[in-house]
């Protein structure tokens, strides 16, 4: 079946350090893959997108790099900010099948 | 520009009651979707609609749930015979279309006593 794993938090950083969240999938097909934040009491935002290999998407200062042969759309940011804290998941979204399928969520907290 | 809008943001309810839930997308995006998310975790598809017709409602837990979208905007999230484990967000999001990404709303915090 379809999945995507993340790495499991929360994820404790101090402010400027460099943040990599690793994400994994399994797919038919070629999916499209998202990055959305969620900032504590808000909705979900997307964050980035990438929609076929090699595609790196980017904003923010966050980027991530569809790598299809290590199955993988690992986000990073070279520094982080304070107003970087929240819950980051990655997403997939099949051509064929427009639900989104989810990971679990990883939560970053940056330390001034 | 106004975003996807989801009322009320909080929702308290005894068992076995039933609860309503309304979201108000983007103006002009023809996909609805609904999610459920448990605390800690990634959200769940429950039902999907492409203007007015419910495409898929594959995801929704039990014939307790029902969704609808009668003029292809607003949509309703019905639970009827509230149990406790229905508590969670609940999620709406809406599309332009299949090329665009999902734009969620706040979300509906929904507390089963």
């Known amino acids: 079946g379809n999945s995507v794993t993340q790495m499991e938090g929360p994820v404790t950083l101090s402010e400027e350090a460099f943040l990599t969240i690793n994400c994994t999938y399994t797919a038919t097909g070629y999916p499209s893959l998202f990055w959305y934040v969620q900032y504590p009491g808000e909705g979900l935002q997307l964050l980035l997108k990438a929609t076929k290999a090699d595609d790196k998407g980017s904003n923010k200062g966050f980027e991530a790099t569809y790598r299809k042969e290590t199955t993988s759309f690992h986000l990073e940011k070279g520094s982080v900010q304070v107003s970087d804290s929240a819950v980051y998941f990655c997403?997939?979204?099949?051509?064929?099948?427009?639900?989104?399928?989810w990971g679990a969520g990883t939560k970053l907290i940056i330390k001034p | 520009g106004a975003g996807v809008s989801q009322s009320p943001r909080y929702k308290v309810a005894k068992r076995g009651q039933d609860v309503a839930l309304r979201c108000d997308p983007i103006s002009g995006h023809v996909s609805l979707f609904w999610y459920q998310q448990a605390l800690g975790q990634g959200p769940e598809f429950l039902t999907y609609?492409?203007?007015?017709?419910?495409?898929?409602k594959s995801g929704l837990p039990s014939d307790r749930f029902f969704a609808e979208r009668p003029e292809g905007s607003v949509s309703t999230l019905k639970i009827q015979r509230t149990q406790q484990e229905d508590s969670a967000v609940y999620l709406c999001?809406?599309?332009?279309?299949?090329?665009?990404?999902?734009?969620f709303g706040d979300g509906t915090r929904l507390s089963i006593l």
């Open positions: 997403a997939l979204s099949l051509d064929s099948n427009y639900q989104l399928i």
């Open positions: 609609f492409q203007n007015e017709a419910q495409l898929d």
């Open positions: 999001a809406s599309r332009q279309n299949s090329n665009q990404p999902q734009h």
